[in-house]
C-alpha cells in the first residue's frame, strides 16, 4: 500500500478559562498546540503538512449581484430554471409567502411570480433567492420590469 491515509493534528478545545482571554493569546495557544501535536510518520520524520486554518486558502467570495438592478416591483423574475422544475412546483415553493397570485412560465427556463404588492414580493425575494432547486441549480431572482 501507498499510505494515502495521512492522520492530522486534533483539535484543541478551550477551556472555561479561556473564554477571558484575549483573541491573540487564544490563537498563540492554538499554535503551539499546533506545534507540539506535529504528526510523526513511521520514519521519525515530522510531517511538513500539518497547517493552521490561517494557512489554508480562503474560499472564493460570492459572485457579485448583477450590475443592471431593476427598481422593485410586485413581480419577480426567475431566469435558468431546470427543465424539471414546473410551474406546480414553483407555485408550491412561493405561495408560502404572503400576497402570492400566480407563476407563469413563458418557456421553459423562465418564469415570473406576482405577489399583491411590492414589499410582498421583496420579502419572498430575499428569502427564496439562492434556493437550491437541484443538486447543481439554484433559484436566481430578480424584480421583473412593469
Known amino acids: ?50 497547517k493552521s486554518a490561517e494557512d489554508l486558502p480562503a474560499v472564493p467570495p460570492p459572485p457579485p449581484p448583477p450590475t443592471e438592478t431593476t427598481p422593485p416591483s410586485n413581480i419577480l423574475f426567475a431566469q435558468d430554471i431546470p427543465p424539471e422544475c414546473t410551474e406546480v412546483m414553483l407555485t408550491m415553493l412561493f405561495r408560502q409567502y404572503p400576497g402570492f397570485k400566480e407563476v407563469r412560465v413563458p418557456r421553459q427556463g423562465l418564469s415570473f411570480v406576482e405577489y399583491e404588492n411590492e414589499a410582498q414580493a421583496t420579502v419572498a425575494l430575499k428569502a427564496m433567492n439562492g434556493f437550491k432547486l437541484t443538486q447543481h441549480d439554484s433559484l436566481q431572482l430578480t424584480y421583473g420590469k412593469v
Open 1 to 50: 500500500m501507498d499510505g494515502t491515509y495521512k492522520p492530522k493534528a486534533k483539535r484543541v478545545k478551550l477551556q472555561a478559562a479561556d473564554v477571558n482571554r484575549s483573541l491573540d493569546e487564544v490563537k498563540k495557544i492554538k499554535e503551539e498546540a499546533l506545534a507540539a501535536t506535529a504528526i510523526t510518520t513511521t520514519t521519525g520524520e515530522q510531517d511538513t503538512e500539518a
